[in-house]
């Protein structure tokens, strides 16, 4: 603040020491005027804004409660009135001054004469130019009435008669015919601008006093002379005539005179102005000091008891390190060491408690870093069941925000959705149920797109710990899964061994019988005989399939490993599907990457799909099968839709478990076998039924080298 100060001080002692050389110096003022206009509002605008900043930071000040403010605002207040009141009294008093001085030195009377005398020195001049008009009208009448070849003899003889000094003849195009000029004429004629010699060519005269270099002020007339020829048809006059010297001269200085008369009349207007910026910039200059001599004493008057509320607002935000020196063995001086010895002791207690506090925290991270990394969903609560705790497990498992079930009691859970209701009333009901026992149950949850199977279990915390409960949880839907396809893979391995050995002999010994039987028996016996062997063969035919395909199920793929282009593999297996038509439509992504995989297994899973579309389709008037191929950001996709009857939900769970069919005759084994082959590849398979009806099947298989 106190830099701003000396720069304005200086400033305004420059503004007014250019202001006092000016008004002594008529051409530097109208020089300077604008510059010394701006400069000096610059200023004002600029301590305006400086008092305004001011006042606008004490406003702030007062608003945050700083302390010793409402002193600053009271001495502000008194500074601001001695100064206000005495300089505006003088400074209306000398606007007022000035204004009545500076209109003194001029006088309305000889305002109008230097009007009067300039009007009439261009009356002259416009008589003088009058009749030089006519000259060059009445020349122009007398070239038209002559043969155009006369014109040079005619236009000197003219110019003798009329005492023109100069006259000159220029074609349409500009271009001199005829010239005639005195004994002080030069030799060559001044030639009008182009724009006269457009003028004249439509029709209209021209005339004009105008100076010429190194001749003086001269009238220039120029009229159209009509010629009647078969070059042309209008040639153009000039006539020039100087101004008469003495008359010139007068003229310019009446012209010169009341252009100096003007300017004066203007510095008074620039003079009342600048000298009121002035005054105004002086009076600003005192109040903006007394402002600032306001905000100094102040502050020397409350730094040290801003000093001391410093140091309780450090204390009363927890900071007990700031130590303040006591100047002085006033009062104030005993205050300030009483307020250390206070905010020593303080930071004393604190560093005891803050110790103890880091060791809770320290268990407390522990235990929470413990609960992060657990893939155990935990949740704790309170007496009264309401959710106090949870870690991220308990989240993913459940597919539910655990924000959503803060303030509801676990009795109340259904207003989140029914998946987690259902699971509510379990888990309260089994709480319930064991009072203070420790219990533990599997629970079916169907929180997603499929049902899940969570191994609960629930413990009631210690009255002296929370008199809580804790329920942790874990999904072994995968676990049981595997359990169920290894059982799975067990049974198809065994039936295929056990029923694959008899099934030979059955069928050799049925057609032997038929072979040695069918020519000693009847006709009708023979046809009978024959019909039942046909029927003992396909049985054993069928039982061989489905032999087969548990034992395809049951022996885990061997996967050989290829660049695989997979739209090209998904196009051969199409050449099978050709007799379907136009019910198939197919949008291959272009420039699909390739893929690492066993063409052969990718060939039977695709094969696989087509054929499950196709046999839920067969009873539709106008079935659609759509393939796709597209890139995601797991890797290349591959979808094949229909608009079928799609999935029974009750299958849903388990339409990739053996013996889960929707077909009259089907094994269940097709999705069975084709997620495992998609596992083989490290991919994934997902299924889903369509709206109004159809279903979906999808698979995933990732881009690039295989771990």
Request: proline share 4%.
């Amino acid at each position: 603040m106190r830099y701003v100060l000396i720069l304005c001080t200086v400033l305004s002692a420059i503004l007014l020491y250019l202001l006092s050389t000016a008004s002594a110096n008529t051409e530097l003022f109208a020089k300077n005027y604008p510059l010394l206009l701006g400069l000096n509002s610059a200023l004002a605008l600029s301590l305006m804004g400086l008092i305004g900043y001011q006042l606008w930071v004490l406003r702030r000040k007062i608003k945050a409660g700083v302390f010793g403010t409402k002193l600053t605002l009271r001495l502000l207040l008194m500074f601001g009135l001695m100064a206000l009141i005495p300089g505006s009294v003088i400074y209306g008093v000398s606007v007022q001054f000035l204004g009545k001085s500076i209109e003194s030195w001029f006088d309305v009377r000889v305002d109008n004469a230097m009007e009067s005398g300039l009007s009439l020195g261009q009356t002259a001049l416009d008589n003088l130019l009058h009749d030089l008009t006519k000259k060059a009208n009445t020349m122009a009448v007398a070239l038209a009435e002559q043969p155009v070849n006369s014109h040079q003899s005619l236009l000197n003889t003219l110019r003798e008669q009329t005492g023109v000094q100069e006259a000159t003849l220029f074609s349409q195009h500009g271009s001199i015919i005829a010239v005639s000029g005195n004994e002080h004429a030069g030799l060559m004629p001044d030639f009008p601008r182009t724009a006269v010699l457009r003028q004249v060519r439509q029709q209209q005269p021209f005339s004009r006093i105008e100076p010429i270099p190194g001749k003086g002020l001269y009238m220039r007339v120029a009229v159209p002379v009509n010629v009647l020829s078969l070059q042309e048809d209008i040639r153009i006059l000039q006539l020039l005539e100087p101004v008469p010297k003495d008359l010139a001269t007068a003229a310019e200085t009446v012209q010169n005179v009341y252009r100096d008369y003007q300017q004066l009349s203007l510095s008074r207007l620039g003079l009342k102005r600048l000298y009121g910026l002035t005054l105004t910039l002086t009076m600003l200059l005192a109040l903006l000091t007394a402002i600032s001599l306001a905000f100094v004493l102040s502050e020397k008057l409350s730094a040290p008891l801003n000093i001391l509320a410093e140091g309780t607002r450090a204390v009363a935000k927890g900071d007990f390190s700031r130590m303040h020196p006591a100047h002085g063995r006033d009062e104030l001086g005993v205050l300030m060491q009483s307020f250390n010895s206070m905010t020593r002791q303080l930071s004393d207690a604190r560093a005891a408690a803050e110790l103890n506090q880091q060791q809770v925290e320290t268990a407390k991270a522990y235990l929470e870093s413990v609960l992060a990394n657990l893939t155990s969903g935990v949740l704790t609560f309170d007496e009264r069941f309401y959710l106090r705790a949870g870690n991220p497990a308990a989240s993913q498992i459940l597919g539910i925000d655990l924000s959503k079930l803060r303030g509801l009691k676990l009795f109340e859970w259904g207003r989140v959705g029914e998946a987690v209701d259902a699971f509510a009333q379990v888990v309260a009901a089994e709480f319930q149920k064991s009072a203070s026992k420790d219990w533990q149950m599997q629970v079916e949850y169907n929180g997603g797109i499929a049902n899940q199977i969570l191994l609960v279990r629930g413990s009631h915390m210690p009255a002296e710990v929370d008199n809580g409960y804790v329920l942790v949880f874990d999904d072994i839907t995968h676990l049981i899964r595997a359990q169920r396809d290894a059982a799975w893979g067990e049974v198809a391995r065994r039936l295929a061994h056990e029923i694959k050995n008899p099934l030979t002999p059955i069928q050799l010994s049925a057609e032997r019988l038929e072979h040695k039987l069918a020519d000693k028996l009847e006709a009708a016996d023979a046809d009978m005989l024959r019909r039942s062997t046909q029927t003992i063969v396909n049985q054993v035919s069928a039982l061989k399939s489905m032999v087969n395909a548990f034992g395809e199920y049951a022996r885990a793929p061997s996967v050989n490993l290829q660049q695989l282009d997979l739209n090209r593999l998904v196009r051969e297996v199409l050449t099978l599907y050709e007799p379907l038509g136009s019910s198939m439509h197919i949008e291959l992504a272009p420039d699909l990457p390739e893929i690492q995989g066993d063409p052969t297994l990718l060939r039977q899973v695709i094969h696989n799909l087509l054929q499950n579309a196709q046999d839920a389709l067969a009873e539709e008037a106008s079935p659609q099968i759509q393939i796709e191929t597209l890139v995601v950001p797991e890797g290349v996709r591959f979808a094949v839709r229909d608009n079928g009857p799609g999935f029974p939900e009750r299958l849903m769970a388990r339409l990739f478990e053996p013996y889960a069919t929707t077909k009259q005759k089907g094994t269940g084994l097709g999705l069975a076998i084709v997620k495992k082959i998609i596992e083989e590849h490290q991919g994934k398979i997902q299924v889903e039924n369509l709206q109004p009806h159809g279903a979906c099947i999808a698979i995933t298989l990732p881009i690039g080298e295989l771990a």
